[in-house]
């Protein structure tokens, strides 16, 4: 990534532009937006789906992954460390309110920007080093103590910027360090797929609680009939498009139609909801990975 991202952002395109018009030439690139599947795709993805999970876990089992969930992420970052820190370089474009063009910066307000489920810092540290508002101020929190240790521990991390804190948003009340409708933007990516279906709702609407009248809450998630999915083996599925990894962490699936009605329960207006079904390929082995991804914008009415 270059030193001004956000400037990047006008060279670098969104997904939806690289499309593949002719077969012969998959393996030109490394991945290709906007693939439609054929019926025949569809009928096996489907089928898929329903074989992985036609037998549910046991109540009993079921309840320890979910009691055990930050103990299960604590694992998986002791193991990984800061191991598990990627760059995402898309970031920035697809959702350049995070970093605006250093020409705009001097005419914002002081902002605040909260993410939920922060990790090891995949959003916050490249927010860090790129954004260059003078009077930002970021928040993250994380179930996981061990992933909250290892954000602080990391170079690029200002803690004059930047204050991160252990916190469950499943709970009815989040204690947090600032107040009700002040959040210029929550972000949350590849989180509320974390959190089993039940608790969801709650936490979009602690989301619109924190926002300001105005705010963005900015979203990614795993779609339905993304190939991580498609993987799954029989006795892993806790309930309909709801799984536990080898690891003990738990994995959801959305549909569009899901995410737009609990948004919109929420209180949030639709600015954008999209479905990014993409193709990657592995060129050296010939492989290709059909994922699926849905990105929303939702804001709080003024």
């Known amino acids: ?148 240790e290892i954000l602080r521990s990391q170079r690029q991390f200002d803690d004059k910027r930047c204050e991160v804190f252990v916190m469950d948003a499943t709970l009815d009340h989040w204690q947090v360090p600032f107040e009700e409708n002040s959040q210029d933007i929550i972000v949350m990516i590849f989180v509320l797929s974390a959190i089993e279906p039940k608790k969801m709702q709650r936490v979009l609407d602690n989301c619109y609680r924190y926002l300001r009248p105005g705010g963005l809450l900015l979203f990614r998630d795993y779609g339905r009939y993304d190939l991580a999915q498609l993987r799954f083996k029989s006795g892993k599925c806790m309930e309909d498009n709801f799984y536990v990894r080898g690891d003990g962490t738990m994995v959801y699936f959305f549909t569009e139609e899901e995410l737009r009605g609990m948004m919109t329960q929420a209180g949030l207006q639709e600015e954008q909801l999209i479905v990014d079904r993409r193709l990657q390929v592995n060129r050296c082995r010939g492989l290709k990975m059909y994922r699926v991804w849905i990105q929303t914008k939702f804001r709080k009415p003024l």
Not at 26 to 31: C, E, G
Not at 99 to 121: H, M, N, W, Y
Not at 122 to 141: D, H, M, R, W
Request: include cysteine; charged fraction near 30%; aromatic fraction near 12%.
């Open 1 to 148: 990534m270059s030193d001004n991202p956000a400037a990047e952002n006008e060279k670098r395109p969104q997904f939806g532009t690289r499309l593949l018009t002719d077969a012969d030439d998959v393996f030109k690139h490394n991945a290709w937006d906007h693939v439609q599947w054929d019926e025949e795709q569809e009928l096996a993805a489907q089928a898929a789906v329903a074989k992985n999970s036609s037998s549910k876990m046991e109540t009993e089992q079921k309840e320890r992954f979910q009691t055990d969930a930050p103990k299960f992420w604590d694992s998986f970052y002791g193991i990984h460390d800061n191991r598990f820190f990627k760059d995402r370089h898309w970031l920035f474009t697809e959702f350049p309110e995070l970093a605006p063009l250093e020409t705009d910066t001097a005419k914002l307000q002081p902002r605040s920007i909260f993410e939920l489920g922060c990790g090891v810092g995949n959003t916050i540290l490249p927010l860090l080093q790129y954004n260059s508002e003078a009077q930002l101020k970021v928040f993250g929190c994380d179930f996981s103590v061990r992933a909250i």
